[in-house]
């Protein structure tokens, strides 16, 4: 028997072995299976747990499945003086020779230049050219004066939400209210003037043909920001999303070699450091910071058509469709609302050399048609008595929240490398223009206003933005986050109800039962939710834990978001996020380096308790 059994073995030994690898495989694949989200997009399920509308697709999970056991050795090979990039090779001398760079951020250079970029040399050395010119203008035109920061008191500006009722106590935001707090005078103005026009003179119309390509999605990343975009990239893939991703690195000191040599590729992403796109001129006559970036990050992505996404913000349904309708395809730039009221210094205008009309063309907050805030002083005429941002000419209500924002390098060439001039520019001179020490001052800004000074078009999202967070044990509501509206669909509404609108263009409504009752049928739909900016608190499982932040004061964990999001965006997003957060974490064992403070064991263990509590309170939601 044994010696029938060696003769069969030795005649099928191949067949046998082939038969063993082929379970081998399966039993390591199912072993390293991500664990998917189940039944988290269908809010109407009795069992939000258990049940998925749609799984991660397969590319991007099979990708997933394989970092647990890979690891990657970025960084220890030498790449040889030939095999660089002359472009690139240039700004890495630089970098090195005026760095105090560590052996382990001379591994991260040499990842990144050994990484796939985004440019090939001929495109590459185009941009090194074009961005040393462009940033010679904006050297040029420097504003000779010194930073501006005396006001005329000290009270600041009255802060006034957009959508908030008219209150006739508030006062109202005026050309003559807005000059009561930035100071300049004449020389200070006339030497802003003149800088101004000298960089709007020189800058360039368009960049040059075919240096940037096709439609992508870019973050800037570095630093604990890298944690929330792997986040963020991790949902875009779950819903589906197809667009490429671009992350943007500030500095090699943020470059992380697992994410970026691997990670961020299996998820369809790659890491651009931002001075190798730059290029050795500008790194060395520039240095950048903060609110800086995005405008920078814009300019250095590859894409010609770009969604520009903070770090924490997280899409709520697949926005692949966007760069192909409306309003972008006529518009080219895409803006989302903040809470506040505009709060531009009249001066920017006398800098910008916009002459503002006295004609009102707008009546403050805007509801698809209708005032339901209340219009001020709704037939007055006298510009001394009108908000001066319902004013043609001026850049229009509400402030910008540019936690998300669409742009076409080819329509907005210009307008993007104003709004550059603005944040190279800004914390010194043009931020406290636009925002006079209110609330929110950065780039935010900076869009619109490029836009506005050069007459090109833009869509500003009219749905208002929605607040997101939770009532805590004193029914005081927590803000954690704000929803922003798909612009696909707010266009068609606003677009639908301003035709019906046409028919009685001398009335304003102040609800849609008054429109209604005139004979004019206005919609009253609501876009879906498209983004969600998980802001404050940021969703860094460490912080949160160190914080406090998840508990009520009994000791009681509590859902961030409330219990409301289901029916706001279509699916649990906590529970999303931290079945990601355990995924990517504890069963991948990815490093980043927003924990390094942490044992991953402690990590593991305050994510599994979440996330135990978030399924255990699926019935409490709201669907």
Known sequence: MIGILNRLYRRNRRILMVIFLIMMIFFTLNNLETTRFPDLLDPSSNSIATKSKQDDPEEYQDQLRKLNKQKFGGGTQQLSHSDIDVNIRTTNEYLMSHLSLSQVDLNKLELATKNPFPFDSARLATIHSSLKDIFQVYKDSAPTIDSLGRYKHSQRIYHAGYDTKVDPNAPVFTEDYLREFLDLNDEELQAMKSSHENVVRNLPENFSEGAFKGNGIVYVGGGNFNWLVMLSIKTLRYLGS???VEVIIPKVEEYEIDLCGRVFPALGAKCVLLPQVLGAEVVKNFKFFGYQYKALALLASSFENVLLLDSDNVPAAKPDYLFDSEPYKSKGLISWPDFWKRA??????????????????????????VYEAGIINENEQDPSQIPLHDREGTIPDPTTESGQLMISKKFHAKTLLLSLYYNLYGPSHYYPLFSQGSDGEGDKETFLAAAVVLDKPFYQVNKFLNAFGHYDEDRTFIGCGMGQYDPVEDYSILSNNLDLLKERPEKNFMSFQDANDAGIPLQQNTPRILFIHANFPKLNPAELKKK??????????????????PKRVGYDFELVQWTSMYSLVCELEIKVDAFNSISRNDLCDEISAQLAFLKNSINSLDI
Do not use: C, W
């Open 242 to 244: 197809e667009l490429p």
């Open 344 to 369: 531009t210094s009249p001066y920017f205008y006398d800098i910008a050399g916009i002459t503002v009309s006295q004609r009102r063309t707008r009546y403050g907050y805007h509801n698809y048609g």
């Open 548 to 565: 406090g932040i998840l508990f009520k004061k009994n000791g009681d964990r509590i859902r961030l978001y409330g219990e409301g999001m």
